[in-house]
């Protein structure tokens, strides 16, 4: 087949659906399992109209423009080094004047047989475009970066504009905390908008954090928190959560080498993870202690995932 020939397109600021040209069931661009977490992988699902299919695109000047996710405040990234293969992820930053360059993205269009389609490039490299992964248009068929080969059905994709609000499409408490023991991060939303994302180290294998649904039971600066009698300990932090009674909470962990935590990832945890607690960073564990008490309930639900 040919290649189209792709010129710049001029995409007015809004919200989105990203739909692929693959034939088919129409299938969206969408963040894996709807998460509120930077680093959380894309992929393509049935178009559905909710919040983790819509992305809200501006142009940064210069050609440039970037995409962020209306459920999680998340903007689209290429993973690693932009080279064939390369995943496509969501990750926070907190102002486009803050975006890397994995994060721009030139965005081409091209009419075939009659209709217009939309291409996008990431500012790391020319030669790649986002692509579905195997051209395979099925649920989960994750989003990477392909050899610009425009010809191809798979690197096309449509634009149909749409609108949001937080309060009408999200399920629950617009004020909640979410832990992700597999990303090891944790999100505050406070009214649907994103107040604080911060890596974090959880339970060791050995003492894991527990899943499920909880609710603050208290907050308190300069505590002492003691561990259950089968598993006792004695720890002063400066900002403290709790979650859970027998001694679970989010707290500051400064004795935790967090510049090496970030290095090394999710799997830090593994070596040097907590009794069961959520270990934070002492300026995340301030904002967490200061939001939930500008909050002033008791009952902000902490949803704990595998």
Same mark, same amino acid.
């Given at each position: 087949?040919?290649?189209?020939?792709?010129?710049d397109?001029?995409?007015?600021?809004?919200?989105? /659906?990203?739909?692929?040209a693959?034939?088919?069931?129409?299938?969206?661009?969408?963040?894996?399992?709807?998460?509120?977490?930077?680093?959380?992988?894309?992929?393509?699902?049935?178009?559905?109209?909710?919040?983790?299919?819509?992305?809200?695109?501006?142009?940064?000047?210069?050609?440039?423009?970037?995409l962020?996710?209306?459920?999680?405040?998340?903007?689209?990234?290429?993973?690693?080094?932009?080279?064939?293969?390369?995943?496509?992820?969501q990750?926070y930053?907190?102002?486009?004047?803050?975006?890397?360059?994995?994060?721009?993205?030139?965005?081409?269009?091209?009419?075939?047989?009659?209709?217009?389609? /939309?291409?996008?490039?990431?500012?790391?490299?020319?030669?790649y475009?986002?692509?579905?992964?195997?051209?395979?248009?099925?649920?989960?068929?994750?989003?990477?970066?392909?050899?610009?080969?425009?010809?191809?059905?798979?690197?096309r994709?449509?634009?149909?504009?749409?609108?949001?609000?937080?309060?009408?499409?999200?399920s629950?408490?617009?004020?909640?905390?979410?832990?992700?023991?597999?990303?090891?991060?944790?999100?505050?939303?406070?009214?649907?908008?994103?107040?604080?994302?911060?890596?974090?180290?959880?339970?060791?294998?050995?003492?894991?954090?527990?899943?499920?649904?909880?609710?603050?039971?208290?907050i308190?600066?300069?505590?002492?928190?003691?561990?259950?009698?089968?598993?006792?300990?004695?720890?002063?932090?400066?900002?403290?959560?709790?979650?859970?009674?027998n001694?679970?909470?989010?707290?500051?962990?400064?004795?935790?080498?967090?510049?090496?935590?970030?290095?090394?990832?999710?799997?830090?945890?593994?070596?040097?993870?907590?009794?069961?607690?959520?270990?934070?960073?002492?300026?995340?564990?301030?904002?967490?202690?200061?939001?939930?008490?500008?909050?002033?309930?008791?009952?902000?639900?902490?949803?704990?995932?595998?």
């Amino acid at each position: 087949s040919v290649k189209p020939k792709l010129s710049d397109a001029k995409v007015a600021t809004g919200y989105y /659906y990203l739909t692929t040209a693959l034939s088919g069931s129409k299938r969206a661009i969408t963040v894996k399992d709807a998460s509120y977490f930077g680093g959380a992988k894309t992929e393509i699902q049935n178009y559905g109209g909710h919040g983790s299919q819509k992305w809200y695109i501006k142009s940064i000047g210069s050609g440039y423009y970037l995409l962020r996710c209306a459920r999680s405040d998340n903007y689209l990234d290429v993973r690693g080094t932009s080279k064939k293969k390369a995943i496509i992820q969501q990750t926070y930053l907190s102002s486009a004047s803050k975006a890397t360059n994995s994060q721009k993205f030139k965005i081409k269009q091209a009419t075939v047989n009659g209709k217009v389609y /939309y291409y996008f490039i990431p500012k790391t490299s020319s030669k790649y475009m986002i692509d579905v992964h195997g051209s395979k248009n099925k649920n989960g068929a994750d989003l990477i970066l392909w050899k610009a080969n425009s010809a191809s059905k798979a690197v096309r994709f449509n634009l149909t504009a749409t609108t949001w609000s937080n309060s009408s499409t999200r399920s629950g408490s617009d004020t909640f905390v979410q832990v992700d023991l597999s990303l090891q991060k944790l999100v505050l939303f406070v009214n649907g908008a994103k107040k604080l994302e911060s890596n974090v180290i959880t339970g060791r294998p050995s003492k894991p954090t527990p899943t499920g649904n909880f609710h603050v039971i208290l907050i308190a600066k300069n505590y002492t928190m003691n561990g259950p009698a089968s598993d006792p300990y004695h720890s002063f932090c400066k900002y403290v959560a709790k979650f859970k009674d027998n001694g679970y909470y989010m707290h500051d962990a400064s004795w935790q080498n967090w510049s090496k935590r970030a290095k090394t990832g999710a799997s830090y945890r593994k070596t040097h993870g907590s009794h069961g607690c959520v270990n934070m960073p002492t300026s995340a564990a301030k904002k967490l202690y200061d939001t939930l008490k500008a909050v002033k309930t008791m009952k902000t639900p902490v949803i704990i995932t595998k």
